[in-house]
Every structure is written in C-alpha cells, then in structure tokens.
C-alpha cells in the first residue's frame, strides 16, 4: 500500500467531501447516505469537489457570503493558505528559533537539539517517502514513551500521515482490532513489545511492513531507515492542511473494542495551548512524561513541551526512581500523578531527607474525581503544590471543564470538586432530547470547540450518535452550581473508569460467555482505594459444571487488557440475576450488593 496522488480534477476549493477511509462522513441534514456521496470523491483522502457545492469547514468561495468582501474571486484558497500551520511546521519553528536548545532526554541520558530532531525527523519523512508514503498514508506505532515515538509522530505530521499510537497494554483481539480499523501502510514496533510484530504478522486482515525500534528484531531497523533518508525537508506533492489528522487516539466503544479518535493537526496545537495556559509552560517549558504517550495527556503535553520550546523526558512508566530524578533536572512545574502512584511516592518520601523544593511543582494530579480527599491532602501537601481539578476525555482533550486548581494542602470537607469551564471549549448540559437544563439540574455534557476531535474512524454509528449539530456528547452526567462551576455526577453508561483507563463491562461479559462452564455473567463496578474502581465479576455456571474463579482469570488473561480482569469474582445462581423486559440483567442491584468474596487479584496488579 502506497500513498495516493491528488485526483487530476482537483484543486482545493471544496475541502469538505468524504473521507471514507477513515470513516468520517459529511452530510447535509436529511440527506440519505448514498446521495451524500458526488462522482469526484476520493477514497482514500477528502478530496476536492467541482460537480456540487458541498463545502464545509471555513470560509466559503468568493461566491458565497461572508461578513466582508477582500475583491478576491477565491477567498476559500487565500483564507486557507493564511492559516496554514500544522505539527510538523511547529516543529520546524523549533529548529529554526532554536537549534542548539534541547528537546529531548532520553533514559539514557542521550539527548537531541531541536535542530538535531529535526532533521532525523525529515531523514524518517523523506525515507518513508522512498517506500512509497506520503499524503493520506498511515503509520502506526506500538511503542513505550521514548524518543523514536517523538520522531514517528512529526514525521507523519510532515507527510500528512496519519499516526495511530497503539495502546501496548491492550490483548491481541483488542490491539488487532485497533490496527485494523486503521489499515496501516507501516508499523512501527519496538523491541520491548516485539512480541506484537507476531501478532500482526498471523493477522491476514493486514498486509503491512514492520520497522523495529530499540534493536528489536523485526522487519525493517529503524536507524537504518532514518540514515538511509535526506536530512532536509520532504518536498511534498500535496501539504497536509490544519484539518487533516494527525494522530489517532483511542478510546473504548460502547462494546468495549476501542474506538480511534482522529485527532487533527489544529485540535492536537489547541489542546497543547490549553496545558501551557493551565500550567504556565511559558515560564517552565519542561516535562517529565511517563504517562503513556498513546494517552491523550501523553500526547498533549508533549506538543505543549514544543510549543514552548521545552525538553520533554521520556520516561517507560512509573519507575519512581527515575520520574523524581528527571523532575530534579527539568524545569518543570507539573508532574501527572494517578491514584495508584501516590503510594510509592510517599514511602520514597518518607524514607529520605524529602525537600519538595528540589522538584520544583506548582501543580501535581489529574481528575480529581479519582482520589479520596484525603489523597488530595496528602500529595498537595507533600510536594508543596496544588492539585489539577480537570475534567476531559480523549475526543476533548483536557477540557472541557479543567480551568481551575485545588489548593494544597485543602483539608479533607473543603476540597471542592466544581469545576470551571476550560478556555476554547463551548459547553452545555442537556437532557435526553437534547434540550439545555437549567442549572442545579442534571445533564449529559456536551461541547464543541478547535481542541475537539474530528470524529471516529471507521465508525459511523458512532460518529451519529455522539455528534449532534455539531455538539459532541460526552456520556457524562454533570450539575451547574450557581456560581456557573460545573459538578461531576455519574457515568451515562456502566463504564469502570480503574485507574484512569477505561473498562467497559460488556467486553468482559463478552469473552466469558465463550467459556463453555458460564451460563451467564454480569460486570459490575465496585469502589478501590488504589484504583478508584475496579470490575468485579457475577457468574452463574452451567448446569453440574465446575469452574473456579481461577478459571475465570486464566480465561480472560490475554483475551482483554490486564487491567480489564476482575479484582472480583463471585459464583450465584441464575436466579440471582434480575431482567428486563428484553432480558438484560439489572446492573443496579448487583452494585448494591456487599461484597462478601476474598479478592482474586493483587491490588497491585497492572
């Protein structure tokens, strides 16, 4: 699979077609879905239409209306080409401002000038190239946080390739299913996850080219293929527009296989603004990123680290020794700490001569919903800072409600969880008919801005739902107070949100009902002190079978994610269960329930 050239008829003048690779469709109100398609549409990228006036996505030509009038006959193409700017030409400011200042430390401690990144980011761009890629091509990436990520993501950025970053925590059904939904040209695998490279290779949906990072035996090397590419700029036979996309997040689907959020070059830079905003990044560029760079605060925080000419610090995970080292040495103001990291932080802490001001914070956390106040007491008063009161999701960013801070040190009864409206973000509450409520009511939120993203990929179901009139709907119920903060109140759905990832108990619910010994089995949330939720497990057995909750674990083990499995398992009889009218089981009951069985899983386990 190689990139596609711009159709012969095209020019720019009508951006807003069909881009049916990545499922994102366009349509007037009302029109069926087979006359929203033209003869002049690409497959494989949206492509310019001259046989009927859809147009959406910004100004219009000369020929419509505008609010002014510059006397130019194509005022669409001049609006368009005075605000082009994408990732990659951020990137570029970068070396061009800065050369020598440095933009990555690796866990080596090898570093690399922003000059430096950037030309091993045109050397992988122009070998990408050779092989073929280029505008509306996709690279993949199945990677822990280290500088070859930073490399792959801006070299796609400079192509106007797509970069779908691949959750490496998922099981094989899970990861499969993200990559194809994307249908890959190349992924990019590093060594410590080698063991995926077979897993794509025994996947006959995809024919893809494997590039191994780090000396991972896979493939194609890496360092061989960025030594093998020119060191200047890609000269490119169509420029990625601030529309196209950029990365591909993900998220889990109301059946529990994750959903790819295509996020574009101008939602990506808006929500990198939003970080420097809320943390100051102008006066302290730096950051320390061990949350996974697949995350959406991975992601972010490093654009806002290069909008700000920063350094960014690669970290694999939560290695505590290495986190509080790199946090000495940055000039950083803020460091993510989640729930189950607050322990080890404070054992570390109380074992040495602890000093918060060798780590220089100003704030600490994230969704602040996740931690006891007491926790929030704790951490805030253990490194001197404030606590980051956000509210956000992956299609979002880090609004939409993340505009204010808890003050350390805040006793545990005055911690306030409202949370003010994020800058860029239009928001409301509204009911089922998506209607607005007034405030003290309930509602499901809802938003719209530049950091949103563009929509699912191959998902049009989704996209339907979740978009009205341009609104993007949450799931998420909240309260507005008088004072026009906004108040979290529960999930519209029964998703487990367990240490900031996403479990949705019909996935497992799904998986063991292929187990031949379970008849029936519900998924419920239930409270934990580590991880804020975890899933526990209802089975009924079939008839005379004999299955243990071990069964149950070693069945789901390498179907689902890790973090998926139950901490839970309970054995009832069918009869326990109560149905609807369709025959659904009634999560509420089983919620309500006291849980009476020993805990089948470590509260440390990943």
């Not at 071990?550 to 689902?560: H, M, N, R």
Request: hydrophobic residues 35%; aromatic residues 8%.
């Amino acid at each position: 699979m190689g990139a596609s050239s711009l159709p012969e008829n095209g020019s720019r003048t009508a951006n807003l077609t069909i881009t049916v690779r990545w499922g994102i469709l366009v349509r007037r109100p009302g029109e069926d879905l087979e006359d929203a398609f033209c003869g002049t549409r690409s497959k494989r990228f949206t492509a310019p239409c001259e046989s009927c006036d859809r147009m959406t996505g910004g100004p219009l030509r000369g020929d419509a209306s505008l609010n002014f009038d510059l006397g130019i006959d194509d005022v669409e193409t001049h609006l368009a080409r005075t605000r082009q700017f994408t990732v990659g030409d951020l990137l570029q400011t970068n070396a061009r401002a800065r050369p020598e200042a440095t933009a990555i430390v690796g866990e080596d401690d090898a570093s690399l000038t922003w000059g430096a990144l950037d030309e091993r980011v045109n050397r992988l761009a122009n070998a990408l190239a050779d092989r073929g890629l280029g505008y509306g091509s996709t690279v993949a990436i199945v990677s822990e946080n280290r500088p070859e990520f930073t490399e792959v993501v801006f070299a796609g950025a400079k192509l106007g390739a797509l970069v779908p970053t691949q959750n490496w925590r998922l099981g094989r059904r899970e990861l499969l299913h993200c990559l194809e939904i994307t249908d890959p040209d190349l992924v990019v695998v590093s060594k410590k996850h080698a063991d995926k490279a077979e897993w794509i290779a025994s996947d006959d949906a995809l024919n893809v080219d494997v590039v191994g990072v780090g000396g991972a035996d896979v493939g194609i090397d890496y360092e061989s293929l960025v030594e093998s590419g020119d060191p200047t700029e890609p000269e490119l036979s169509r420029e990625p527009t601030p529309e196209d996309g950029a990365v591909v997040l993900y998220t889990s689907g109301t059946t529990g296989l994750p959903k790819g959020a295509v996020i574009s070059h101008r939602a990506l830079l808006t929500r990198g603004m939003l970080w420097t905003r809320s943390l100051d990044m102008k006066h302290h560029p730096d950051f320390v990123g061990w949350n996974p760079m697949f995350h959406m605060g991975g992601m972010e925080l490093l654009m806002a680290v290069v909008l700000n000419g920063g350094t960014h610090y690669p970290v694999d995970s939560f290695d505590l020794d290495v986190v509080l080292d790199r946090q000495r040495r940055a000039n950083a103001s803020y460091l993510i700490v989640f729930p189950s990291t607050v322990d080890p932080i404070v054992e570390y802490a109380e074992t040495r001569d602890w000093d918060p001001d060798e780590y220089g914070l100003e704030v600490v956390g994230v969704m602040a919903d996740l931690y006891a106040p007491e926790t929030i007491e704790r951490v805030t008063e253990l490194f001197d800072a404030d606590f980051l009161n956000s509210f956000g999701a992956t299609e979002t960013g880090l609004g939409p409600c993340s505009d204010d801070v808890i003050p350390g040190g805040a006793r545990e009864g005055s911690v306030d969880l409202g949370k003010a409206e994020s800058p860029l973000y239009d928001v409301r509450l509204v009911d089922e008919d998506g209607d607005d409520v007034p405030p003290g009511d309930v509602g499901e939120i809802a938003c719209r801005g530049p950091a949103l993203f563009s929509g699912y990929i191959d998902n049009p179901d989704a996209n339907e739902s979740d978009f009205v009139d341009g609104w993007f709907r949450l799931g998420d119920l909240f309260y507005r107070d008088d004072d026009g903060d906004l108040h979290y109140v529960d999930r519209r759905k029964y998703l487990i949100k367990s240490g900031g990832e996403n479990v949705y108990p019909a996935e497992i619910e799904q998986v063991l009902l292929d187990h031949p010994d379970v008849a029936e089995v519900c998924v419920v949330r239930v409270p934990d002190e580590k991880w804020g939720e975890v899933p526990m497990a209802y089975v009924a057995a079939a008839d005379d079978a004999d299955v243990s909750a071990d069964d149950v674990l070693d069945f789901l083990d390498g179907e689902i994610a890790r973090y998926k499995l139950p901490h839970y398992v309970e054995f009832v009889s069918r009869d326990t269960f109560e149905h609807s009218t369709t025959g659904k089981i009634q999560r509420g009951p089983l919620e309500d329930r006291e849980i009476t069985v020993d805990r089948v899983r470590n509260p440390g386990s990943d």
